[in-house]
């Protein structure tokens, strides 16, 4: 089975602080995502990675930014953190182009930012 | 117009009935096809891909794909209560060489006792 695991499942942060989520992999998949979910709105993509240290913006990039350094491995980072980035944040992967596009999800971090 | 639409409202039906989901999607290249399952404060999870025009079954579910008029739909046979959750609808982005996914925003199924 594909694992997807992130660090936290809830976490509550300060406005202006730095935030770093983390999301680990075990299928080395190529394909790697960040999502944020709130309601009315669905699951809007961040930042896709298809290869280490291989990034593209995704539909909302603004305020956040991303690093991966190792295959499995794929940070979201907040660098200032402001109240309306409170949501939930979903990690996904998939196999990658030439394989097959389904993606599995992580069990998502609901951050809070007050 | 939006890349995936899934219009209907809250889908209430009685356990042991068929309830039946549509989704229509923009993208004319898009390839593949996928549901999703969302249980209240979960993450998304994988029930059906289906990639040709036809139909796919997988136990209790039935995904059905029509590229010519561009709708998918699925299909839930014998109804469980644990079937209540967000269905959600997704589709690769042809534009983005189809590693991205579009999704629908969802329609909630409440299956009754």
């Known amino acids: 089975d594909v694992k997807v695991t992130q660090s936290s499942r809830y976490l509550v942060k300060r406005t202006g602080e730095k935030v770093f989520l983390e999301c680990v992999q075990d299928?080395?998949?190529?394909?790697m995502f960040w999502y944020r979910q709130d309601p009315g709105l669905g699951l809007r993509l961040i930042y896709f990675?298809?290869?280490?240290?291989?990034?593209e913006k995704g539909d909302i990039p603004e305020g956040y930014s991303v690093s991966r350094e190792k295959k499995e491995r794929f940070s979201l980072i907040l660098e200032s953190a402001s109240t309306n980035q409170t949501s939930m944040y979903l990690c996904?992967?998939?196999?990658?182009?030439?394989?097959?596009?389904?993606?599995?999800f992580g069990p998502g971090t609901r951050l809070t930012v007050t | 117009q939006k890349e995936v639409e899934q219009n209907s409202g809250p889908l209430s039906v009685p356990e042991g009935a068929i309830a039946s989901l549509n989704c229509t999607y923009s993208?004319?290249?898009?390839?593949?096809f996928f549901w999703y399952r969302q249980y209240s404060g979960k993450s998304p999870e994988l029930i059906m891909s289906?990639?040709?025009?036809g139909d796919k079954e997988d136990g209790r579910f039935t995904a059905q794909l029509n590229k010519a008029s561009q709708y998918v739909s699925l299909l839930i046979r014998d109804s469980q209560p644990s079937d209540s959750a967000t269905y959600l609808c997704?589709?690769?982005?042809?534009?983005?060489?189809?590693?991205?996914?579009?999704f629908g925003k969802g329609n909630q199924v409440v299956v009754i006792p």
């Open positions: 289906i990639y040709s025009n």
């Open positions: 996904a992967s998939s196999p990658g182009q030439g394989y097959s596009y389904e993606q599995y």
């Open positions: 993208d004319r290249v898009s390839q593949s």
């Open positions: 997704a589709v690769t982005r042809g534009s983005y060489g189809n590693n991205r996914l579009a």
């Open positions: 990675s298809y290869d280490v240290k291989m990034k």
């Open positions: 299928m080395d998949h190529e394909n």
